[in-house]
């Protein structure tokens, strides 16, 4: 009785130890989204379960989504409950930063240069498109929770550790699979900081084997159990086909290119530079402090850092036509953070340690910036969908009960005020949806759905502009064609 009392004890101080860190991370993420929550912009999906409450994560196996959707939301039918979702998230995310804290300082009091550090694991500028989400957030946020978990059981028994690892694995291919490269990673990091520091290799090679084979069987898993009931539709057959084994290789090759090809395009030069200059920190401070062959520990720190940075895509790479999205790259997020952690944690380093505060700083305060530019974007939208309405009232077509096909051509593309922003923010050009354009099924969703628009019906079989319309109403933000049965909306 006496050892389960210490041990019950010793479990309590850990709980205690990381309790006010996860406040202080909790607090800072929930600032952060502070401009995204009173955007209350529904982000892509959440037009469609906003109106309808219906799930739908079962169509690319992400089961457990579902099944916590129905506890998050006390019900089947999904109700827009946000912010609590998005709070769901932020906590998550906070217990997330904390566990990586305790896995890669081993310690238990953390400084202001470590919880810094932590900013850009929720609010890197990728991860601020899931956090957008007001039904995907926390399970978006759980799977990067789940692929870090496990490596608190690493010291433990082998198989222990094996199966949390397939457990964490399971989790993340059923909530969010863009996270599958966050565990690869700080295997990686672990790995080769363990041996710079002169532990023994064959511990290191025991630790590198069992997370392969946990991380296998996770995967092993998911494929055999799930993946056989995955429902086939078109986002599915476009984003989930793998390559061929012949041209995976270069296939691989080509989808990392094209990923950091828009990191690049995403990123201010300012970020890029901070962000090599946290890589410069971690590879100097793995060799300074390293007990084996100094040049041996630079030739294996650089190609860590290079190897991390090619899986922390995940699986992506390797399918044929890969989700390019920002939601998807969050890795890099979770690698930028799992250096910068690093290098916080010397007792040296201070450029660095700058270097990954500047950084910190700059990814808390564009988050201002993408959630004012969701809520521009959004007025921008509404008044853009309220004066066509407006128009479509005047026409004799509309005073009758006769159902019309109506179709949307053009874009109102970006707010004025978005125009205006310069050219390096090219990253809100990503992030910021445009509500009200064609083609996109979630450009006409709000206009055929949240207007209570009568006797209108969407026939995407058709192409109106083809029909040589007569011109009904001409204004400087659009042109409305039709006649009886058609009406072509033609935006400016």
Known sequence: MGQVKDQAMTQAKRCKFMLKPFFIMATVYFVGILAILRANFNYIDDMGRVFAGYQSWGNFSRYLSSALSNLVHADSYLTDVSPL?????????????????????EKRAFHVWQLAALIPLGLSPYFLECLSYKYDSPYMALSVFASIVPLLFRKKKHWTYGIATSLGIFVVCTTYQAALGIFPMLVILL???????????????????????????????????????????????????????????????????????????DFKIEWLVLILLICTAYVVILVKDTKRNKYSAAVLATASLALMGVVCFGIYPALEYPLTDPRAMYGVGALISFLSVTVASTQRAYAGKVACVLLSWAFFVFSFTYGNALYVQSQYTDYRISMVIDDLNDLDAFLTDHTKTVQINGSIGQSPVLRQMPQD?????????????????WGSYGFFHYYGIKHVIRNTDIDLATYNLPVVKDTMYHTIRGDDNFILIELK
Request: charged share 10%; aromatic share 12%.
């Open 425 to 441: 923010y090219q990253m809100l050009n990503r992030l910021v949806p445009i509500n009200f354009r064609q083609t996109w099924l």
């Open 85 to 105: 979702t998005q709070l769901l998230a932020i906590c998550i995310l906070a217990a997330a930063g904390v566990v990586l804290l305790y896995i890669v300082t």
């Open 191 to 265: 790995s080769v900081r363990d041996w710079t520091a002169g532990a023994d290799i064959k511990r290191v090679m025991q630790f590198l084997l069992t997370s392969i084979l946990g991380y296998g069987c996770g995967l092993l898993l998911f494929k055999i159990f799930l993946m056989p009931f995955l429902s086939v539709n078109a986002y599915v057959s476009v984003y989930t086909r793998t390559a061929g084994i012949k041209d995976m290789l270069p296939t691989a090759v080509s989808n990392i290119k094209k990923y950091y090809s828009l990191v690049l395009s």
